[in-house]
């Protein structure tokens, strides 16, 4: 059992559209969903100074266009690099780590490939290979993800899922209104869900190569709050 008893694993992420940030939240609600304890966090907003202390580490880790690292992880890797920190540094860490990419770029998985390369010489003792989700297989990233994920359950002893669990009240009613595709009876800018706020959208900026030969649309947004 990697993970110990009465242990907390640590879940850190370095994610740049939104992707590992989405893996390393659900893994979260996994682990807990197996009895176990856990927390999730960008890389940069956890204590770097905390690192030692931590009994298993899991990152989960995009790669940015030609080899960038993550603006949310860019100041741990910094940190990482520091040659005051001793071999041993790490030495009580269990650790794993999967990275995020695209296959078509070069540097493919580079950022994942480095922290997991790092915390190595650091002294911190690999659970699990490295995972690797290519954005190009064909279910995207989950493919490799879902390759990764029954081993990373064996390495740290968890539990199996319970049999059956209790499906909560539904939060929401269906309604229905004769009308046509053409001319819906309730337009679809009229459509708020309840408590919410509708927002002003101030940004949209294609993140994304502007050409037919890139099939993903990856952009980002901002809002007035």
Request: proline share 6%; charged share 25%.
């Amino acid at each position: 059992d990697a993970s110990g008893a009465g242990s907390s694993i640590t879940i850190l992420y370095g994610s740049e559209t939104g992707n590992a940030e989405e893996q390393a939240k659900n893994l979260l609600m996994d682990i807990r969903a197996r009895g176990m304890k856990g927390t999730v966090s960008a890389m940069d907003d956890f204590e770097f100074d905390d690192l030692p202390s931590q009994k298993v580490l899991i990152l989960v880790v995009s790669t940015c266009g030609l080899g960038e690292y993550p603006q949310n992880c860019k100041r741990t890797w910094m940190k990482l690099q520091s040659q005051e920190l001793g071999m041993n540094y790490l030495s009580g860490v269990k650790f794993c780590v999967f990275g995020l990419g695209d296959s078509t770029y070069a540097q493919f998985c580079y950022a994942a490939a480095g922290f997991d390369v790092r915390l190595g010489e650091l002294g911190a003792h690999r659970l699990l290979q490295r995972g690797i989700g290519d954005d190009r297989d064909e279910d995207r990233y989950y493919t490799g993800w879902d390759n990764w994920l029954p081993e990373l359950w064996k390495v740290l002893g968890a539990p199996q899922l319970p049999l059956s669990r209790d499906v909560p009240a539904a939060c929401y009613r269906v309604t229905t209104s004769p009308g046509k595709v053409e001319s819906p009876p309730v337009p679809d800018d009229d459509i708020v869900p309840p408590g919410a706020t509708r927002l002003t959208l101030r940004t949209n900026k294609l993140l994304t190569p502007d050409d037919k030969a890139y099939d993903r649309d990856i952009r980002h947004y901002e809002f007035e709050i």
